[in-house]
């Protein structure tokens, strides 16, 4: 059983950026597979990035591909999305996920696959 709790929500502007955080709590963090979705109302929730369990496999929706970044540090349980040149359309409620995977070079891009769900931090970013 793990727990996941994100912050680093906001409002920001066009152009700027925000720095989102997950802590896990119980068990320990570098089992686990981890991913970033979005979810707007009347949506379903969609894939923002991922990252397998060793850290070394990351992966990332084309719309956010090359302006976010998913990273961890196993010693803080932490993962980080860190999220530069934001646009009006990334405004959403950003989850965190997390995923018992048997192989640590794996990752997930759907969320079916995933075992754990935070409860969620908004981001808007108004033009």
């Known amino acids: 059983q793990v727990q996941l709790v994100e912050s680093g929500g906001g409002l920001v502007q066009a152009g700027g950026s925000l720095r989102l955080s997950c802590v896990a709590s119980?068990?320990?963090?570098?089992?686990?597979?981890m991913g970033w979705f979005r979810q707007v109302p009347g949506k379903e929730r969609e894939f923002v990035a991922a990252?397998?369990?060793?850290?070394?496999?990351?992966l990332y929706a084309d719309s956010v591909k090359g302006r976010f970044t998913i990273s961890g540090d196993n010693a803080k349980n932490t993962v980080y999305l860190q999220m530069n040149s934001l646009k009006p359309q990334d405004t959403a409620v950003y989850y965190c996920?997390?995923?018992?995977?048997?192989?640590?070079?794996?990752?997930?891009?759907?969320?079916?696959?995933?075992?754990?769900w935070g409860q969620g931090t908004q981001v808007t970013v108004s033009s």
């Open positions: 996920a997390a995923s018992l995977a048997l192989h640590p070079e794996v990752l997930f891009t759907t969320t079916r696959h995933y075992d754990y």
């Open positions: 119980g068990r320990t963090f570098s089992t686990y597979a």
């Open positions: 990252r397998s369990r060793s850290g070394g496999n990351t």
